[in-house]
Each structure stands twice: as C-alpha cells, then as structure tokens.
C-alpha cells in the first residue's frame, strides 16, 4: 500500500484493486467509483457516496483523471414544438398549470385582472368597515 501512495491511479480507468490500493479506498468505495464511471472532473467524485469534499481533498494526490471518451448519443428525441404565449400557463403551482383551462392569453389576462380587481375591492371593504367601527 505504500508502495502506491507514489503512484497516481487514473480514476477512469483504475481497477478495483488499483483503488484500493490508494489509502482511504476500500472495496466498496472502489466499487461505487468504478460504477459511476466516466468522470470529466476529479472533484465529481464528490457525489460518490462515501466521499466529500474533505476526503477528496485527501485522496486527490493519488488520484489522475484522462478525459473520457464522449458517451455514445441516447436515442434522440424529437425536437420540443415550442408554445406560442397563448398556450403557456399563467403560473404554475407545484405541478398543477393555473388557468389551463381558458384558451389564449387575453382570456387568462383578464382572468387574471378579475380577481386581482376583487381582491383590491375585498381590501377597500375591509378598511371601510374598519373606518366605521
């Protein structure tokens, strides 16, 4: 083991027993870094479970990174259809569209200026009530 605290592993192409000879890797550390292969970066191996940013700071001496070989493209979707302004949200809450139900913009507007007008009537009733107690 010590005899490889001189020696940088390659993290993307290091065996499992070339990690663990690298002190503060154990088997299974080895194995959560190998599976998550291929790393662009040494500090993505912040989100191997088992290694913050303190043990990474530890472990980055003996550790080297040669890029990776770009992954080969998923099956590629088709291109997204944009929306027209008329077919957005107003807002959304959470995962539920506000107003989703009225047809294009304007109809969402005024939807929209309705109840922000009672509410400005709510508050003016409110403070004339107020007024007269």
Known sequence: MT??????VDINKATENELVEVRGIGP??????????????????VEVPGINEIKLSSLMPYLTIEKPAPKPAAKQE??????????????KFGDTEAFLFLENQKDREDALLIIFGGFILGLIILLLRRRSQ
């Open 3 to 8: 005899e490889m605290q001189s020696i940088s």
């Open 28 to 45: 299974s550390l080895a194995q959560s870094i190998i599976e998550r292969r291929p790393y662009n970066d040494l500090y993505e191996l």
């Open 78 to 91: 088709p291109p997204k259809k944009e929306k027209s302004k008329a077919e957005e949200p107003i807002a």
